[in-house]
């Protein structure tokens, strides 16, 4: 199974810290999506969008299935897994499964959008810290 990633498990040193698999990964984008900020925390979610919303992020191919399940205890009781379509930079697309805010925490979510760069530099350090 493919997973499409767009926030803290984009970056390898998070990545690693889940999952133990060694997997193909490549740029992806999906479309009906949007990823906004979560009160009081540095990692973003990603809600349901309109068709012009899309979000950015890294598609990691044949992910086994221990993999799936510790990801699946990661994202915890916030998240809940899809499918969707994911568009690669060559224009091609493949089906990944990615994780969205479960419907009954929307209360949680910021009016903003997050910022991957500024996690690059300075979130990933303080989430691992955590």
Not at 28 to 45: N, S, W
């Given at each position: 199974?493919?997973?499409?990633?767009?926030?803290?498990?984009?970056?390898?040193?998070?990545?690693?810290?889940?999952?133990?698999?060694?997997?193909?990964?490549?740029?992806?984008?999906?479309?009906?999506y949007t990823r906004r900020k979560l009160k009081g925390e540095i990692?973003?979610?990603?809600?349901?969008?309109?068709?012009?919303?899309?979000?950015?992020?890294?598609?990691?191919?044949?992910?086994?299935?221990?993999?799936?399940?510790?990801?699946?205890?990661?994202?915890?009781?916030?998240?809940?897994?899809?499918?969707?379509?994911?568009?690669?930079?060559?224009?091609?697309?493949?089906?990944?499964?990615?994780?969205?805010?479960?419907?009954?925490?929307?209360?949680?979510?910021?009016?903003?959008?997050?910022?991957?760069?500024?996690?690059?530099?300075?979130g990933v350090q303080l989430f691992l810290e955590d």
């Amino acid at each position: 199974m493919h997973v499409f990633t767009y926030g803290s498990l984009m970056f390898d040193p998070v990545w690693l810290k889940v999952a133990r698999g060694s997997y193909e990964k490549i740029e992806a984008r999906v479309y009906g999506y949007t990823r906004r900020k979560l009160k009081g925390e540095i990692y973003p979610a990603a809600l349901c969008g309109t068709d012009a919303d899309c979000v950015d992020g890294i598609a990691h191919l044949n992910v086994n299935q221990d993999d799936i399940r510790r990801l699946d205890e990661f994202e915890g009781p916030y998240y809940r897994r899809e499918m969707a379509e994911c568009r690669l930079p060559d224009g091609s697309a493949i089906m990944a499964c990615l994780y969205i805010l479960d419907e009954q925490y929307m209360n949680l979510v910021e009016d903003e959008p997050w910022d991957p760069a500024w996690f690059s530099k300075i979130g990933v350090q303080l989430f691992l810290e955590d």
